[in-house]
C-alpha cells in the first residue's frame, strides 16, 4: 500500500512541471488581462470558473492567480497600490516568500481541494469527495497571520461528486470575507448550473503551434520536431502534446495512417504489431493513447468528409488518404458515427477489462470494413 507521500499527484502531467511550479502562462493573455481589469476596477468576483480544452494552462493560471492574489494586498490594506504602481502582470519574482511557499504547498492561504487518497484503499480516489471539500471549513476557521485573501484551488471542479458539489455550492452561496475560489473545469456541462451562475468566468482556447512550441520549451521540453503536428494530434493542448510526446504519440498515429494507408486492404502485420504494443499492465498508457489516437483518425475522417479538412498533416500521407475515404458528406457522416460507436465499445472494454490488443484489432477491423463501403 502506497503511503499519501508516494501516490502521484492527479493534477501532474508525468514528464511535465506542476502548474505550481510553472512560472510563464503561454498564450493566455486576454484571460490574464480580463482578471487584472477586474482587480483594478474593484470588481473581483469571489469565484471565478477557469475553462477550456483539458491541458491548455487552466490550472497553471489558477496558480498564477493564487499566488498573485497572496502577494498582493486586499484593496482595504494599508498600502493600497496607487495609480502608478498598480501591478500590470500576474507576475511575481520567483524568490518572493509566497512563490518560494506555494511550490512547497506551505502556503497557508491557500487551499487545493483534488481527488486524495482513499483511507480504505490506499489508493487515489477516483472523484473528489464531500470530505475534501468539507476541509474547507477548517481553512476559514482559521486566522491569516497578513490578513491577506485566502485562495481555494479546485481541480478539478469536474471531479466532484454530487455531495461535494452541494458542499461547495453552499460555500459559494456565503463566501466568506477575502475568499477567492479558483475552479478549474475541463467540462464545466458537468457542473451544476448554480454553481455555473456563481462564478465569473475565464476560457482558454487551444493554443496556435507557436505558443505550444513555446509552452513546450517552457516545460523542459525544447528542440521538438514536427510541432505542428504534434498540436494537431493534441488539439492545441499543451497537456495531451506533452503526453503524446512521452509516449511516442507522433509515431504511434504515422503507424495508423500507413496501417489504412491501401484500405480496404489495410496492413495486417502493421495492425497487429500496433495492437500487441498495447498489450499487457506495463502498456496501460499507450493502450489509452492508442485508444485516443484512432478516435481521432476517425475525427479527422468525419471533418474532412464535412468539407473541413485539417489545414495540417499529421502524418505523412495523411492528407491523400483522408480525401480518399471521405470524399462527400455522406462519408462524413459514417464516419462520424462510426467514431460514436468505437468510442463507447471501447469505454464498455475499458470497464469489463477485455484484452487491449483485442481491442485495438476490432476498432481496425471495423474501420477498414467501413472503408470498404466508402470507397467509390
Known sequence: MAEPDELPEPDRIEGAPHPRETEQLVGHG??????????????????????????????????????????????????????????????????????????????????????????????????????????????????????????????????????????????????????????????????????????RALRLDPLAAPDLARALEGAGLDGIENTEALGELAGGSVGEALRLTHQGGLAAYGEVVATFAHAPRYDRPRAIALANSAAGAANAARYDMLLRLLGLFLARLARTGAGLPPAIEAAPGEGALLSRLAGNVTAGRHWAALQQELTARAAHARAVNLDPAAVILDMVFRINEAAETRVT
Open 30 to 199: 486576454a484571460a490574464e488581462t480580463a482578471f487584472l481589469d477586474a482587480f483594478h476596477a474593484g470588481r473581483l468576483h469571489h469565484a471565478w470558473l477557469i475553462t477550456g480544452p483539458r491541458g491548455v494552462g487552466k490550472a497553471t493560471l489558477a496558480w498564477k492567480i493564487a499566488r498573485f492574489l497572496r502577494a498582493a494586498p486586499p484593496a482595504d490594506d494599508a498600502g493600497l497600490f496607487g495609480a502608478s504602481s498598480a501591478p500590470a502582470t500576474l507576475d511575481i519574482a520567483r524568490d518572493h516568500p509566497v512563490a518560494r511557499r506555494v511550490r512547497a504547498l506551505a502556503e497557508p492561504g491557500i487551499m487545493l481541494i483534488r481527488r486524495s487518497r482513499n483511507e480504505n484503499t490506499g489508493k487515489m480516489s477516483e472523484v473528489i469527495r464531500a470530505e475534501d471539500v468539507r476541509r474547507l471549513a477548517g481553512f476559514f476557521g482559521l486566522s491569516v497571520v497578513d490578513g491577506g485573501r485566502r485562495v481555494v484551488i479546485v481541480d478539478a471542479a469536474d471531479d466532484m461528486n454530487a455531495t461535494a458539489a452541494n458542499s461547495l455550492l453552499k460555500l459559494l452561496e456565503e463566501p466568506p470575507a477575502n475568499a477567492v475560489l479558483l475552479l478549474v473545469s475541463h467540462q464545466p456541462s458537468r457542473l451544476l448550473p448554480t454553481i455555473r451562475s456563481r462564478c
